[in-house]
C-alpha cells in the first residue's frame, strides 16, 4: 500500500530564513509525488511533481524538492520564506495504475515576522 | 477562467436533509474525483469517474451518490445527512493517464 508521511504537523519559521517541510514515502513501486499547498479557505495549488525526470524539482513562488531514493524522501525547501507563504503544505504521492491521490496529513507552515 | 468550480461555497444545513454540491471542469480532462477534508485537514478519496462512469468508491456509505451528466461535470448528492459529514469537500479533475489533479476551492458542509 501507498503512504506518505509528514513528519512535522507545525513548523514555524521568521520572514526571511529558510523553509524546510520534511515529506517520507513508502517505497513498493517508482512514485510521482507532489507537494500542494492550501491557503486558509481556498483550494488546493499544485506547488511541484516529480517524475524521475530530475531528482531537484523547482516550483512555484520559490519553492523546490529534491527527491531522495536512498532515503525515501521528498522533502520541500524555500531559501527564504515570505508571510504570505504561511499556508498549510501536503506531500502527496501516486503510484503506477493507481489513478488516485494518498496525501500526508499535512504541514502548518507559520511565518512571523 | 475557472478550470475546477465548485457550487455552492459553503452550505449549512440541518440533520436528515438532502443536499447536492455540483462541480462543473473546463480543462477538457476525461477524471473527475470527490475528495473529502476532515477537521484535521486530512484528505481522503472518496470517488473517481472516469468520462462518465465510476471507476472508484472508497467505502463511502450509500447515502453519498455521484452522477456525472457529462464528461465535464461531477455533481455529489448526499442524502439523510448526519453531523459526521461535515467538512470540506473538493472536487478535482486529471487527464486521461496523467496523475496531477487540479482542485477546486471546496464547498464548506456544516450539518447541524
Known amino acids: 500500500a501507498q503512504s506518505v508521511t509528514q513528519l512535522d504537523s507545525h513548523v514555524s519559521v521568521s520572514e526571511g530564513t529558510p523553509v524546510l517541510l520534511r515529506c517520507n514515502y513508502s517505497s513498493s513501486y517508482s512514485p510521482s509525488l507532489f507537494w500542494y499547498v492550501q491557503h486558509p479557505n481556498k483550494g488546493l495549488q499544485l506547488l511541484l511533481k516529480?517524475?524521475?525526470?530530475?531528482?531537484l524539482v523547482k516550483g512555484i513562488n520559490g519553492f523546490e524538492a529534491e527527491f531522495k531514493k536512498s532515503e525515501t524522501s521528498f522533502h520541500l525547501t524555500k531559501p527564504s520564506a515570505h508571510m504570505s507563504d504561511a499556508a498549510e503544505y501536503f506531500c502527496?504521492?501516486?503510484?503506477?495504475?493507481?489513478?488516485?491521490?494518498?496525501f500526508g496529513k499535512g504541514t502548518m507552515l507559520l511565518v512571523s515576522p | 477562467d475557472t478550470a475546477v468550480s465548485q457550487t455552492p461555497k459553503y452550505l449549512v444545513t440541518q440533520m436528515g436533509n438532502d443536499k447536492s454540491i455540483k462541480c462543473e471542469q473546463n480543462?477538457?480532462?476525461?477524471?473527475m474525483y470527490w475528495y473529502k477534508q476532515d477537521s484535521k485537514k486530512f484528505l481522503k478519496i472518496m470517488f473517481s469517474?472516469?468520462?462518465?462512469?465510476?471507476?472508484i468508491n472508497e467505502t463511502v456509505p450509500n447515502r453519498f451518490s455521484p452522477k456525472s451528466p457529462d464528461k465535464a461535470h461531477l455533481n455529489l448528492h448526499i442524502n439523510s445527512l448526519e453531523l459526521g459529514d461535515s467538512a470540506v469537500y473538493f472536487c478535482?479533475?486529471?487527464?486521461?493517464?496523467?496523475?496531477?489533479?487540479?482542485f477546486g476551492p471546496g464547498t464548506r458542509l456544516t450539518v447541524l
Open positions: 516529480y517524475t524521475s525526470a530530475a531528482t
Open positions: 469517474y472516469n468520462n462518465k462512469e465510476l471507476i
Open positions: 502527496v504521492v501516486s503510484y503506477p495504475g493507481y489513478s488516485t491521490l494518498t
Open positions: 478535482a479533475s486529471s487527464a486521461r493517464g496523467a496523475d496531477t489533479q487540479y
Open positions: 480543462l477538457g480532462h476525461d477524471t
